[in-house]
């Protein structure tokens, strides 16, 4: 399984930005796909994360009405749209794919894609 993960960028506070995840090889409908968070020092967090098959999603209690998580069956792609965006947003996402219920812990996500920075200014 191949992730290449998209979209980031340097915005204002207040904006919105949209992260693409091309997924491709492998049997999607077994996996968890998720988004992670690493900030400059800190450890990667999950973020949001839906499941292939029945679109069940979770998010981090940080992030809930503020980010939505989709995904496209036809252009196998995972979404992440960020609205009113704030300085504390601002890391390297990564997307990745997982077996299991969305599992919060990176331990449990086999394949990664190579990160995208998104830097919110206040």
């Known amino acids: 399984v191949q992730l290449q993960a998209f979209g980031g960028g340097t915005v204002q506070a207040g904006d919105s930005l949209r992260l693409s995840c091309v997924v491709s090889?492998?049997?999607?409908?077994?996996?968890?796909m998720s988004w992670f968070r690493q900030a400059p020092g800190k450890e990667r967090d999950f973020i949001a994360g839906?499941?292939?098959?029945?679109?069940?999603?979770s998010y981090a209690d940080s992030v809930k009405g503020q980010f939505t998580i989709s995904r496209s069956n036809a252009e196998n792609t995972v979404y992440l749209q960020m609205n009113s965006l704030k300085p504390e947003d601002t890391g390297v996402y990564y997307c990745?794919?997982?077996?299991?219920?969305?599992?919060?812990?990176?331990?449990?996500?086999?394949?990664w894609g190579q990160g995208t920075q998104v830097t919110v200014s206040s």
């Open positions: 839906i499941r292939w098959t029945g679109g069940i999603t």
């Open positions: 090889g492998g049997a999607l409908s077994v996996y968890s």
């Open positions: 990745a794919a997982g077996a299991g219920m969305i599992p919060k812990s990176s331990q449990w996500y086999a394949y």
